[in-house]
């Protein structure tokens, strides 16, 4: 069974640099058993209905301006796989949750990034999925959950997003490994109840933990939710792993999350 992750895909920068962060990245795709495929649930796509991708070849998409010119140069051509798209569908049918099919988006910077890094020959079919910001934890929570059985069929489950993404208090200037106070402590706050698979709390983290309303700010929280339905991919488990930790900036947190046991 493979495990699922939660992966911080960081500035688009990231795909150009090579940084113990990206290391790390390159050697976790090294460690981990191949998948059959891989079902990705990117902060980079949202919708107000489930969305699942249905796909034969994924344009790259660059959705980000003023980098440079390499980043725009970059190519993931990963394929689609119609039979996982129809296990996917049949799975949220039997578990009542609506959503609706895609047949030409491609796969957004925060799909390619982390893929890219994990495994870079992009030959590995993906089935790219959306998220919904509008949604409680719980819901996003059982949406994952939903999907935990493809885990025995060698499907890689991946959340991309980032625990701690608030643009406006990036310090790009600012990149020497030193973290805000407030950041820390959210992460932190995190660390503790997701080892404990402390649901209650983590549903409730904005009224509870410290420093939320930086982390995740109220006008987007996009980035953080990723994470409710990774973990609800590994309900039948309920055990975590934080495989890496770092930052940038100041306070962008480049965590990697496994959920489950590889075995």
Do not use: C
Not at 53 to 76: A, C
Not at 118 to 142: F, G, W
Not at 167 to 187: C, E, H, I, P
Request: aromatic fraction near 12%.
């Amino acid at each position: 069974m493979l495990p699922a992750l939660f992966v911080a895909h960081g500035a688009p920068l990231l795909a150009i640099e090579n940084n113990d962060y990206t290391q790390f990245l390159h050697g976790l795709g090294n460690e981990l058993s191949k998948p059959k495929a891989i079902v990705l649930f990117s902060a980079h796509w949202e919708s107000f209905i489930q969305k699942v991708s249905d796909v034969e070849e994924f344009e790259t998409i660059y959705d980000f301006g003023g980098f440079p010119d390499d980043l725009y140069q970059i190519k993931y051509p990963a394929q689609g796989n119609k039979i996982i798209t129809k296990e996917i569908k049949d799975l949220f049918a039997e578990h009542r949750v609506p959503f609706e099919v895609d047949t030409t988006r491609g796969l957004d910077h925060g799909a390619w990034i982390v893929l890219r890094m994990l495994y870079p020959n992009a030959d590995i079919p993906v089935i790219s999925m959306s998220v919904n910001p509008q949604l409680t934890p719980e819901e996003q929570y059982k949406i994952g959950k939903s999907l935990s059985s493809l885990r025995n069929k060698d499907v890689l489950i991946i959340a991309s997003g980032g625990t701690v993404h608030n643009l406006r208090f990036l310090r790009m200037g600012s990149d020497n490994g030193t973290v805000d106070q407030w950041a820390w402590d959210f992460d932190k706050w995190l660390e503790n109840h997701i080892s404990n698979w402390d649901l209650e709390s983590l549903f409730s983290y904005d009224s509870l933990a410290p420093g939320a309303k930086f982390a995740v700010p109220p006008y987007g929280n996009e980035h953080f939710i990723p994470l409710f339905y990774v973990m609800g991919a590994a309900d039948d488990e309920k055990n975590a792993r934080l495989l890496h930790r770092s930052y940038r900036y100041g306070n962008l947190s480049h965590s990697i999350w496994q959920f489950g046991e590889s075995k």
